[in-house]
């Protein structure tokens, strides 16, 4: 028996299928998606990781940075989420879905959905290339599982803030603008380099930014430290981000289509 919520259910599947399929049908973004992950990881291990110490934590460069790449690896690919919901409101597409029976939620929806599936696989990637370049990691089942929610949730809190942005702006190039400030976040962070190490004024920002506890988090997890209270501020941070940008986008949504 037909319900709306059924009905939800399926609009929104077929938009992600939708949305994966055109990734899949773009051949550069496709490669880049997979390649750049790799990328990172041999730059930050091979280049720089030979003239940067960890500080305090005492941790191999690769065990150190791990975290971090693959927050940086997910995330810019979640906030590139901004880009493809952009174009699909000035190319046109938005006017054909306005057409069918389906919720204006579901369309920003399915650009979050798709996103978290993609960019998921593209921090897996990054785990992978790791793992060949000497990365160990000392993690239960328990603590896999923390991972996978941990990034997973990361990756939904981007994509989520990502859509909002793609929904405000009015070009794909001012889209744009929010994978930058994604992809150059990690480095004012505990991420690349150990905080302890930086200025006053941007030790204090890295410290307080949410990046900090969430990668403090995974490298608990991963290698068997203590987490301290970075669990609490990480569950807080992303489920805040999440619980205030899914409204905020489906609202935006209603309104950008509301005169067309």
Do not use: K
């Not at 410290?207 to 501020?233: C, E, H, W, Y």
Request: overall charge neutral; charged content about 15%; glycine content about 10%.
């Amino acid at each position: 028996m037909s319900t709306p919520m059924i009905d939800a259910a399926g609009d929104l599947r077929r938009l992600v299928v939708r949305d994966l399929r055109r990734d899949l049908r773009v051949l550069d973004g496709l490669i880049i998606s997979t390649a750049l992950p790799v990328m990172i990881m041999i730059l930050f291990v091979y280049v720089f990781g030979g003239a940067i110490t960890t500080g305090s934590s005492g941790l191999e460069y690769v065990d150190f940075v791990v975290p971090a790449v693959l927050l940086m690896s997910g995330g810019y690919g979640a906030a590139l989420t901004a880009v493809t919901i952009c174009e699909d409101m000035t190319a046109g597409m938005i006017d054909r879905f306005r057409t069918l029976p389906i919720g204006g939620w579901v369309v920003p929806a399915g650009h979050v959905v798709a996103s978290v599936i993609r960019n998921v696989a593209a921090s897996a990637i990054a785990l992978a290339a790791a793992l060949l370049l000497g990365f160990r990691p000392d993690a239960s089942p328990a603590d896999w599982a923390l991972v996978l929610a941990l990034v997973t949730g990361y990756v939904l809190a981007l994509s989520a803030l990502a859509a909002v942005w793609g929904l405000l702006v009015r070009s794909s190039q001012a889209a744009g603008a929010f994978s930058f400030v994604v992809l150059f976040l990690p480095y004012l962070s505990d991420g690349i380099v150990p905080a302890e190490t930086m200025p006053g004024v941007l030790r204090d920002f890295a410290l307080a930014q949410p990046l900090t506890p969430i990668i403090t988090a995974l490298r608990a997890l991963l290698l068997d430290q203590p987490m301290g209270a970075s669990g609490g501020v990480v569950a807080a941070w992303l489920a805040g981000a999440v619980a205030a940008a899914l409204p905020v986008a489906a609202v935006l949504f209603r309104r950008r289509t509301a005169g067309r």
